[in-house]
């Protein structure tokens, strides 16, 4: 995760993640925050907020992965969801995927619950690419070549 391409805020988004430490709507609950309601606002299936629910198991993001041909664990860990999304790339960048994914449903997520936009999937498709486009400026040189035709491979 540290070594990937992707920026800073990213990386520390991720780390947030793997930690379980994102204000997703049960560590609200856990720290007494008052809200209406705990459950996810993206797929409206009242089940509870979590990093889990959210990341891999919300049908929303199953759709998102699913652009990238990427198939999540129903009830899986985040450690067994990551380990199988590298099985299902095969690629040296996977890393950077699984982290600009996260970080665009976490926008998503966060788009809907501060401005009251719900954004399609293929809105959250060219957020992503838009993600992915930026980081192929970190890229090394001489990888830079690999790393954009696996983009254009992606979509």
């Known amino acids: 995760m540290w070594k990937s391409y992707c920026q800073p805020k990213h990386k520390v988004f991720f780390w947030l993640l793997l930690q379980d430490r994102l204000s997703t709507r049960n560590i609200l609950r856990r720290k007494q925050m008052p809200l209406d309601s705990y459950n996810c606002e993206i797929c409206l299936?009242?089940?509870e907020e979590t990093v889990?629910?959210?990341f891999w198991n919300c049908p929303f993001a199953q759709e998102c992965w699913a652009l990238v041909n990427i198939e999540t664990i129903q009830e899986g860990t985040i450690f067994q969801n990551i380990t199988t999304a590298k099985d299902q790339l095969h690629n040296q960048f996977f890393m950077v995927l699984i982290?600009?994914?996260s970080w665009?449903?976490?926008k998503v997520r966060n788009e809907l619950i501060f401005n009251n936009r719900q954004m399609s999937v293929q809105e959250?498709?060219?957020m992503l690419s838009v993600e992915l486009n930026l980081v192929y400026h970190r890229v090394n040189e001489r990888l830079k070549p690999s790393f954009s035709q696996w983009i254009q491979s992606l979509f």
């Open 52 to 54: 889990n629910h959210l």
């Open 45 to 47: 299936t009242r089940q």
């Open 124 to 126: 959250t498709k060219n």
């Open 104 to 106: 665009t449903i976490w």
């Open 99 to 101: 982290i600009l994914m």
